[in-house]
């Protein structure tokens, strides 16, 4: 059990895992300060945690500048308390036109383990400062959760089934890589009803976790919201789910196809 919450934890950070190195951000900003989105994560038909995101104003400013915080916590529910407890929470502050992290900072619970890092991106110097040292970078680099926000905002008009794109993240002690597949476009159900959706594969690595042949696939909606509705992947054994059930505060409406 606690390697399917391991898993549930990847999912999570999938969220991230749509975006490219030279992509062209859109000129209108798809989300705004006072929305609030929720997820539920299963394990089969077992409610296992929840994820609540939030995009806030803050009065605090990095270089002189303005920012929005970006705030999402992640707890285990129900049978999964005692199995293998989480209580995670993360922050990021985020420039409100390019969307480019200013700084970040999580702490994690997971059973016994714990872990808490404080990251600072110098746009100018392409260097991060987290605390096990400094990194340098080049190019566009977010933390998980800037890099969701900023992937809402894409130009993905020029996209064709099987492009592949790439994301650069850091996370813990290193700048990372992940490659995503589109597959085109879908109807999905999630909880708030039924949507028009664009589909993606990010690459997985298959081990004690998933299989030699596992596939995770993310459905983000087709409108101007761009909000990931839902994730499922194979393990071992069973099969992990996260869907959307709350979304308020958004700029634009949700358009169900149908609830």
Sequence with gaps: MRKCLTA?????????AFGQEQA?????????????ITYKLRYGFL?????VIRVEDTPLKFEGHQALHINAQAKTVGTFNFLFKVRNEYHSYIDPVTLLPYYYSENRKESRYTHSDRVTFDHEKNVITADKGQFPFKGNVFDFLSCYYF???????????????ELRYFLEDGIHALTITYLGKEQVK???GTFNCLKFSPTIIPGRIFKKNSKLYLWITDDKNRIPVKANVEIIVGSL???????????????????
């Design 190 to 192: 999630c909880g708030l």
């Design 24 to 36: 062209t951000k859109t000129k209108e900003v798809a989300f705004k300060a006072g929305e609030q």
């Design 8 to 16: 549930l934890i990847l999912i999570m950070g999938s969220l991230a």
């Design 241 to 259: 789910t996260m869907d959307l059930t709350q979304a308020s505060g958004l700029k634009y409406p949700l358009n169900p196809v149908k609830k």
């Design 47 to 51: 409610s296992a945690a929840e994820t």
């Design 151 to 165: 992937a809402r905002n894409i130009d993905i008009s020029g996209l064709n089934i099987n492009d592949k794109l």
